[in-house]
């Protein structure tokens, strides 16, 4: 099979059909007429940014994407393994298919990601309605797979790693807005105790920052791209083995004209530098947001979890970032009910809550996944415990998040608008601030499309978890400087 990295050479030509006359698409010794491709994508931003690679692919193999199941020729999942949560939806929309299957003999079907990359042989043995099976360091390859199956190849699973020591590729966007995620570093070498990922991403790998800056600046340059999230399961650990380092990159990107915004996610605290603290403060276009997964609140479950650092260590971090950038905005992940988590040590979460004041968290009851170091802790915690402390967790971070919320009523916040909203019946659009709030507005003329428009919004009301505002200047879709005082909420 062709490099599992990146697709070069990929020798598909084209000619058009004298008859239907639709265009073909020619690989070896097969001919691709026009298809439909269905998707399904579970789990977090990586996976999400995988099957937009994917479909972009697919493209140069004539698919395109449709959102009627009923209509695909190639229906593909990309899996999630994080919590079981994820994988039991899966396993049932998996299940589902098979009737679809029934009704159109031609349909492929094929489960990606990283379920795949654990479970893939399995799945294909135990689903006959299932084709093939591929992992996480084969999505570039997808077109060959697809080949494969349309070859009449049988049933297969592939979930090799990549054993290149070069992480290169080249950023695939199939949307039409000016967000792009960029991957920057995948795997991860941490091995936190509860967490599936590095058995499903592999080892660490970074790519290089000349590549990085050279490909943001191509999309920004090119595709009209105005704001771009550096992707990686652990992006501080970006460039280590090549002398780099995300601060590096970031400084770097930062002088790019026409790129106006930089996040990046998700952080591993311990290895937050203080040359990234630095950065904070200096590089303009770096958002004042920063997601910071501290996990939990007490010593002695961090210690379990095996993340390397203490809750005092973490909010000493949490000032440092404040002390860097007076405007900057902190979130979290949140996992309740490790092992044996005592009350004590569930208080000491709440307590962290208390200290660290973030703007908002994403929470999770702990999901013991096979593989894992604490998967094989024995464990005396009801899973009753463990959802009431989520709810209590949940119901006391929002009371936080309302105060800390509050004083934006009456401010003026720059929003990049990327959908419609309707609340209580009325058509509203709505948006993401610099710092990753969430800000709702009618817009002054009913039938104007505000999507991808830059406007200043007055916040008329605020809540723990959203914005109201009344339209007060839209800058259309490019403006030239996003650093202002109405970029800093
Ligand atoms: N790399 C990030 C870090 O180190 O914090 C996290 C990436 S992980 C894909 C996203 C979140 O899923 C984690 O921050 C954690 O809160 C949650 N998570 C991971 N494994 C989990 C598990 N076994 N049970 C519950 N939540 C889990
Ligand atoms: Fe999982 Fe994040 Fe820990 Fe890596 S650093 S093992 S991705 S929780």
Redesign the pocket.
């Given at each position: 099979m062709a490099g599992l990295g990146k697709r070069q050479n990929t020798g598909e030509t084209s000619f058009i059909d004298n008859v239907t006359g639709q265009k073909i698409v020619k690989l070896g010794g097969l001919e691709f007429p026009p298809r439909k491709v269905w998707m399904k994508t579970f789990g977090?931003q990586m996976n999400y940014h995988d099957s937009e690679r994917i479909l972009s692919h697919l493209k140069d193999l004539n698919f395109s994407q449709t959102e009627e199941k009923e209509r695909a020729d190639l229906i593909l999942f990309n899996t999630c393994a994080?919590?079981d949560l994820a994988n039991t939806k899966f396993y049932s929309q998996l299940g589902e298919i098979k009737h679809n299957k029934k009704k159109n003999e031609k349909l492929v079907v094929g489960v990606g990601g990283c379920v795949a990359q654990t479970e893939g042989k399995a799945l294909v043995k135990k689903y006959k309605h299932l084709d093939f099976a591929f992992g996480t360091d084969v999505i570039d390859s997808i077109n060959d797979l697809v080949f494969r199956s349309y070859a009449g190849d049988g049933k297969f699973s592939v979930n090799a790693w990549d054993r290149s020591t070069d992480f290169s590729i080249e950023t695939k966007i199939t949307h039409g807005s000016p967000q792009a995620f960029v991957n920057i570093i995948k795997g991860?070498n941490?091995y936190?105790s509860?967490?599936?990922?590095p058995y499903t991403r592999g080892k660490e790998r970074s790519r290089k920052c000349k590549e990085v800056v050279e490909d943001v600046r191509k999309l920004v340059k090119y595709q009209g791209i105005q704001e771009v999230t550096l992707l990686g399961?652990?992006v501080n650990s970006y460039g280590k083995e090549n002398n780099e380092s995300l601060a590096m990159l970031i400084t770097e990107l930062d002088k790019i004209d026409g790129l106006e915004l930089i996040r990046y996610t998700?952080?591993?605290p311990y290895d937050v530098s203080d040359e990234l603290i630095e950065v904070h403060g200096k590089a303009k276009k770096l958002s004042n947001h920063l997601h910071l997964?501290v996990?939990s609140g007490s010593k002695t479950v961090l210690e379990r979890m095996l993340r390397e650092y203490t809750p005092e260590h973490f909010l000493n971090l949490c000032e440092k970032l404040r002390k860097a950038n007076p405007n900057i905005i902190l979130s979290t992940?949140?996992?309740v009910g490790f092992p044996n988590e005592t009350q004590e040590e569930y208080e000491a979460t709440l307590k962290l809550l208390d200290e660290a004041q973030f703007d908002f968290i994403?929470s999770?009851?702990?999901?013991?996944?096979k593989g894992?170091k604490s998967a094989k802790m024995s464990d005396t915690l009801a899973d009753d415990e463990r959802g009431e402390r989520l709810r209590y967790l949940q119901s006391y971070q929002l009371k936080i998040q309302e105060k800390l919320r509050a004083p934006l009523k009456g401010k003026t916040l720059r929003v990049l608008v990327d959908g419609q909203s309707n609340q209580k019946g009325i058509k509203k659009w709505k948006g993401r601030t610099n710092g990753n709030r969430i800000v709702h507005f009618e817009p002054i003329e009913s039938d104007k499309n505000y999507l991808w428009h830059w406007v200043d919004l007055e916040v008329t009301s605020a809540t723990a978890l959203s914005c109201q505002g009344k339209l007060v200047k839209d800058h259309g879709k490019r403006i030239e400087m996003h650093d202002s005082e109405n970029s800093l909420g």
């Open positions: 977090c994080i919590r991860c941490k936190c509860y967490c599936i990922v399961q652990n998700t952080s591993h997964p996990q992940d949140i996992i994403y999770y009851v702990y999901s013991a996944r894992t």
